[in-house]
């Protein structure tokens, strides 16, 4: 599976962002999808994960009513969609997909990686 992130830029504080991730490969819809961020000096977090049904999602307490994630198994695509950014959600931001069904939270459990998009949000 290949995996394509893109959406991040540069933002200022309370804006708004969507992050798109394209998977190509084999089908979409055996996969749970995550979404993880890396910021300058820290440990990369699991941020959003959904199930591949798109039923079950998690959030960090950090993001949580104000990222919502999602997905479309037709277009092959998962989003986050980013509200109310702060400066403290600037970050490299990943999407991975693992090979199960049901959503997980654990970076070592996932197979598959993208290459990574840039979210910085000004104060």
């Known amino acids: 599976v290949q995996l394509q992130a893109s959406g991040g830029g540069l933002v200022q504080a309370g804006g708004s962002l969507r992050l798109s991730c394209e998977a190509s490969?084999?089908?979409?819809?055996?996969?749970?999808m995550g979404w993880f961020r890396q910021a300058p000096g820290k440990d990369r977090e699991c941020v959003s994960a959904?199930?591949?049904?798109?039923?079950?999602?998690y959030y960090a307490d950090s993001v949580k009513g104000r990222f919502t994630i999602s997905r479309d198994n037709a277009d092959n695509t998962v989003y986050l969609q980013m509200s109310g950014l702060i400066p403290q959600d600037t970050a490299v931001y990943y999407c991975?997909?693992?090979?199960?069904?049901?959503?997980?939270?654990?970076?070592?459990?996932?197979?598959?990686w993208g290459q990574g998009t840039l979210v910085t949000v000004s104060s």
């Open positions: 991975a997909a693992h090979e199960a069904t049901m959503l997980n939270i654990f970076q070592r459990e996932y197979h598959y």
């Open positions: 959904i199930s591949w049904s798109g039923r079950n999602a």
């Open positions: 490969g084999r089908p979409f819809s055996t996969y749970a």
